[in-house]
Structures are given as C-alpha cells and as structure tokens.
C-alpha cells in the first residue's frame, strides 16, 4: 500500500522559509515522479513543482527562483524548500507520486502553509 505523508507545513511570517517533507512508502520511490501541488478552498489544485525519476525539475512561473524541489532516493523523501514567501502563497500542499507509463498516481493527505504577519 503506496502512503505519502507530507510534513513541515505551519504559519510563517512573509518572508519567511518553509521546508516541506514528503516521505514515501509502499513504492519503488526512485522511479516515480514526484511533486508539489496546492489548493485553495473551492479551486483546482495546481502544480507547483515537479522533480522527475532523472533528477529535472520544473517550476510554476509563480515560484520560480524561490522555492527549489529535491529528493533523497535513499530515504524516499522529497522536499520543498520555500524561501522569502508572501501571503499569497498560503495553501493546502500535496505531494504527488506519479509513474505515467503505468499510470499510477498516488496523493498524500495535505500539509497547510500560512504566510501571514
């Protein structure tokens, strides 16, 4: 049974740093994709930051240059780092685990983020 449980959410003050952590379980973890999504109440959830099983990333333009994903194939972890936030990066963050050629998609359950003075 595949779980993803994120961590590292909490409140911040704007301009602040974050580390979210998402540790897996139940998957070969090394040849997933994995990534970083958010949600606000009543809107879709939208990609914030992809990092693949050969090590590429990609970015949401609204992130770019502050927030950096990574993973740690020994320890079946992925994290974001979130650096000099603002409010309106306040959200629910989800991690992903996908494999597209066998389509499997896996979620966790949500970590919330609140930037706010």
């Known amino acids: 049974q595949v779980q993803l449980v994120e961590s590292g959410g909490g409140l911040v003050q704007p301009g602040g740093s974050l580390r979210l952590s998402c540790a897996a379980s139940g998957m070969i973890f090394r040849i997933f994709a994995m990534g970083w999504y958010r949600q606000a109440p009543g809107k879709q959830r939208e990609s914030v930051a992809i990092?693949?099983?050969?090590?590429?990333?990609n970015y949401a333009d609204s992130v770019k240059g502050r927030f950096t994903i990574s993973r740690d194939n020994a320890k079946n972890t992925v994290y974001l780092q979130m650096n000099s936030l603002k409010p309106e990066h306040t959200d629910v963050y989800y991690c992903?685990?996908?494999?597209?050629?066998?389509?499997?998609?896996?979620w966790g359950q949500g970590t919330q983020v609140t930037v706010s003075s």
């Open positions: 992903n685990a996908a494999r597209t050629v066998t389509k499997r998609n896996y």
């Open positions: 990092i693949t099983s050969t090590d590429s990333t």
